[in-house]
């Protein structure tokens, strides 16, 4: 069982930063796969980024990649995202999430919400322009 708790949302100008942080609970952080998604005000929850139990492997939505990086501290049981460059479209709720087994996604896997059993409350993330 894997508890996840974001932090670190809150409200920041066009082309300024945030790093945001899921603290999860449990033993076996290190062997989960971790994602990031968001959902924005009438929109559907959509993929962020995530990263694999190991941390070797990275993956990116188009719409952040080259601005935000994923990374994660199994020593701090934490996952961050960090955000630069942050535009109006990225406002939404942030969610972290780990996958359903541990070490269960590969590849493509990581893109899909529905592979992921827990998750946290959400952080909210507003851009003003």
């Known amino acids: 069982q894997v508890q996840l708790v974001e932090s670190g949302g809150g409200l920041v100008q066009t082309g300024g930063s945030l790093r945001l942080s899921c603290a999860a609970s449990g033993r076996t952080f290190s062997t989960y796969g971790m994602g990031w998604f968001r959902q924005a005000p009438g929109k559907e929850r959509e993929f962020v980024a995530a990263?694999?139990?190991?941390?070797?492997?990275?993956y990116y939505a188009d719409s952040v990649n080259n601005r935000f990086t994923i990374a994660r501290d199994n020593a701090k049981n934490t996952v961050y995202l960090q955000m630069n460059s942050l535009k109006p479209e990225d406002t939404a709720v942030y969610y972290c999430?780990?996958?359903?087994?541990?070490?269960?996604?590969?590849?493509?896997?990581?893109?899909?919400?529905?592979?992921?059993?827990?998750w946290g409350q959400g952080t909210q993330v507003t851009v003003s322009s």
């Open positions: 990263i694999s139990w190991s941390g070797d492997l990275c």
């Open positions: 999430a780990a996958e359903r087994r541990s070490r269960s996604l590969i590849g493509s896997m990581y893109y899909n919400d529905y592979e992921y059993g827990y």
